[in-house]
């Protein structure tokens, strides 16, 4: 895949582009301004944005001269189009793995990173801080549902290490 920096005069919206992002602007500009421009606007071979909207508006709010840019030029107009809708539908259908992203988020703590850039509002990052639940852990107030078919039956018997425990009769013997 070919990237090059080009002026931004030169690169256009996609006057028809179905995407309402102008509430993601801020938080956009404010990853590049961090981290820098990590992902090419991709763009057709007359520079309309086919994936990058987003991207192109928080350069124009950073006064950006150059943004770097793929030019798709193996895709047809349908493809474009397609490409254009795929690209951003399928962001959709990701979702997060609440067990592993307040690790995550929490192992930055200390860290010199602006928990805003995250773009995460104040009460989300509050919930994923939340240190009242460690890692592996549950609330200890918490008590599951009873299955509709319990595993333990009358006359079980359980072996816990050097134990054994008849969960019917209560009893708990040595090995």
């Given at each position: 895949?070919?990237?090059?920096?080009?002026?931004?005069?030169?690169?256009?919206?996609?006057?028809?582009?179905?995407?309402?992002?102008?509430?993601?602007?801020?938080a956009?500009?404010a990853?590049?301004?961090?981290?820098?421009?990590?992902?090419?606007?991709?763009?057709?071979?007359?520079?309309?944005?086919?994936?990058?909207?987003?991207?192109?508006?928080?350069?124009?709010?950073?006064a950006?001269?150059?943004?770097p840019?793929?030019?798709?030029?193996d895709?047809?107009?349908?493809?474009?189009?397609?490409?254009?809708?795929?690209?951003?539908?399928?962001?959709?259908?990701?979702?997060w793995?609440?067990?592993?992203?307040?690790?995550?988020?929490?192992?930055?703590?200390?860290?010199?990173?602006?928990?805003?850039?995250?773009?995460?509002?104040?009460?989300e990052?509050?919930?994923?801080?939340?240190?009242?639940?460690?890692?592996?852990?549950?609330?200890?107030?918490?008590?599951?549902?009873?299955?509709?078919?319990?595993i333990?039956r009358?006359g079980?018997?359980?072996?816990?290490?050097?134990?054994?425990?008849?969960?019917?009769?209560?009893?708990v013997?040595?090995?």
């Open positions: 895949m070919k990237v090059e920096l080009r002026d931004i005069a030169t690169v256009r919206p996609y006057d028809k582009n179905p995407r309402v992002n102008d509430g993601a602007v801020d956009v500009a990853s590049l301004k961090q981290f820098g421009f990590r992902q090419p606007l991709v763009v057709d071979a007359d520079g309309v944005i086919i994936c990058g909207h987003t991207r192109y508006k928080a350069a124009q709010k950073l950006l001269a150059k943004v840019v793929h030019v798709a030029r895709l047809t107009p349908e493809q474009v189009r397609a490409y254009r809708i795929a690209d951003n539908k399928t962001a959709e259908l990701a979702e793995d609440m067990d592993l992203l307040p690790i995550e988020i929490r192992e930055l703590a200390g860290s010199n990173i602006d928990f805003s850039l995250l773009g995460f509002d104040a009460e990052l509050a919930k994923l801080l939340d240190g009242g639940v460690q890692a592996g852990l549950t609330d200890p107030d918490e008590v599951p549902v009873a299955p509709e078919e319990p333990t009358p079980d018997l359980w072996l816990l290490g050097a134990h054994t425990i008849c969960p019917h009769c209560k009893e013997n040595e090995i």
